[in-house]
Nanobody, 119 residues
Framework: QVQLVESGGGLVQAGGSVRLSCAAS????????MGWYRQAPGESREFVAT???????NYADSVKARFTISRDNAKNTVYLQMNSLKPEDTAVYYC?????????????WGQGTQVTVSS
């Protein structure tokens, strides 16, 4: 059984910073790509950032230069450092991970963590 557990969300003022963490646990052979998505009220879930096993990164245009994704492979953990936050960044943030079990792989999602940015 694999679980992704997110932490670090909360209420922050516009211009502030928040760091999200997402730790994978369970019977994991290896983890390929990891990423963050978000879903605002009444909106579809949208891509935020991804990072490969080799630490290549990709960002949505809306968060470039403000957010930084990173990972600690020894801890099976992915992070999202969010700076210069705006009210429009308010959303539930979800992490995902493409986990390999040797001959097969599967994408898992975390339960989500709320980030609220006040103006």
């Amino acid at each position: 059984q694999v679980q992704l557990v997110e932490s670090g969300g909360g209420l922050v003022q516009a211009g502030g910073s928040v760091r999200l963490s997402c730790a994978a646990s369970g019977s994991i052979f290896s983890i390929n790509g990891m990423g963050w998505y978000r879903q605002a009220p009444g909106e579809s879930r949208e891509f935020v950032a991804t990072i490969t096993s080799g630490s290549s990164t990709n960002y949505a245009d809306s968060v470039k230069a403000r957010f930084t994704i990173s990972r600690d492979n020894a801890k099976n953990t992915v992070y999202l450092q969010m700076n210069s936050l705006k009210p429009e960044d308010t959303a539930v943030y979800y992490c995902n991970a493409d986990i390999s079990f040797g001959r097969s792989s599967r994408r898992y999602w975390g339960q989500g963590t709320q980030v609220t940015v006040s103006s």
